[in-house]
């Protein structure tokens, strides 16, 4: 699979609709890129650790603090517990809060880091909106 249809698939499913948290992963509040594709994140229950960007999101999406991200937890990581699985815009907060399914401890939480996001910032082709 070639580079661009590799990015066309991750756009695809980052402006995908819905999206779920599983039974091991858990939504957290990104608060610093640390580099080496690492970030350090705060979860529901006020933990702070790292977590890592997979190589699918490397060069496609970018995270800035205060962003919201789905990671899947790692048992075994002694610094790092965990690996990003899904990127949330503005339209997939606005949707799980409409679901109720946002935690009460990021509800007084702006989204504008995402508010004006458009398919053009993606770096999506015309042809593919």
């Known amino acids: 699979m ?3 249809t590799k990015k066309k698939h991750v756009i695809n499913e980052m402006l995908d609709d819905h999206c779920y948290i599983r039974n091991n992963q ?5 608060l610093s890129t640390k580099g080496n594709h690492l970030y350090e994140v ?9 977590v ?5 999101f490397r060069n496609t999406v970018w995270i ?12 075994e990581g002694k610094k790092v517990k965990g690996e990003i699985v899904y990127i949330l815009l503005k339209h997939h907060i606005k949707q799980m ?6 935690p009460a401890q990021f509800d007084n939480t702006e989204i504008s880091n995402w508010e004006n996001v458009t398919e053009r910032e993606l770096n999506i082709p015309d042809d593919e909106i």
Request: glycine share 2%; net charge positive.
């Open 2 to 4: 070639s580079a661009s």
């Open 26 to 30: 858990q939504l957290v509040k990104v």
């Open 42 to 50: 705060k979860s529901i229950k006020n933990e702070i650790f790292l």
């Open 52 to 56: 890592s960007m997979p190589s699918k």
């Open 64 to 75: 800035k603090a205060g962003s919201y991200v789905i990671v899947e937890t790692i048992d």
């Open 97 to 102: 809060k409409k679901e109720k399914n946002w």
